[in-house]
């Protein structure tokens, strides 16, 4: 969790900043500038559409009885592309737009899927699962299969 926060707050702007350094020198400093917020104007303009869309399509899904896997992961991409199209720099803005096109959501979708079914079934190999209902001793299975009666009394206040 360290090494994620640590690439994330201080690796991250590092080479934000050198790349909006460079990207300056090559076209200028107002044309960067401009190219950051046209970026975000229109990142957020995306994002709104496409998070629409994904809402609309989790709530036919439902309303079918369906579970919308595929909808919820979009929506979240279209979620993480937002954070990163609003961030200043041009590397996060690669990256959300990327998130944005459905052709990569998908292919990103597929390998966390064949990701998540290896670890499911490595998991299951390991043994019973903690959850499973554990016999009970003889006293337990007596108490449980005796009658509770509960003995109250109660005032009516109308």
Do not use: W
């Amino acid at each position: 969790m360290f090494r994620f926060l640590f690439v994330l707050f201080i690796i991250i702007p590092i080479i934000e900043i050198a790349l909006l350094i460079q990207v300056s020198d090559v076209i200028g400093g107002f044309a960067t500038i401009a190219l950051v917020v046209i970026t975000a104007i229109l990142g957020a303009k995306m994002v709104k559409q496409q998070g629409m869309s994904a809402l609309q399509n989790v709530q036919t899904q439902m309303a079918q009885g369906q579970m919308p896997a595929k909808e919820l992961f979009t929506g979240i991409c279209v979620v993480i592309a937002g954070v990163l199209l609003l961030t200043p720099g041009i590397m996060t803005d690669v990256f959300g737009l990327l998130l944005l096109t459905p052709a990569i959501r998908n292919k990103l979708a597929a390998g966390l899927a064949s990701q998540a079914t290896v670890k499911m079934s490595a998991s299951m190999q390991q043994g019973p699962s903690p959850f499973a209902q554990q016999p009970h001793s003889p006293r337990e299975q007596q108490q449980m299969d005796q009658p509770t009666t509960i003995d109250g009394e109660y005032e009516r206040k109308d």
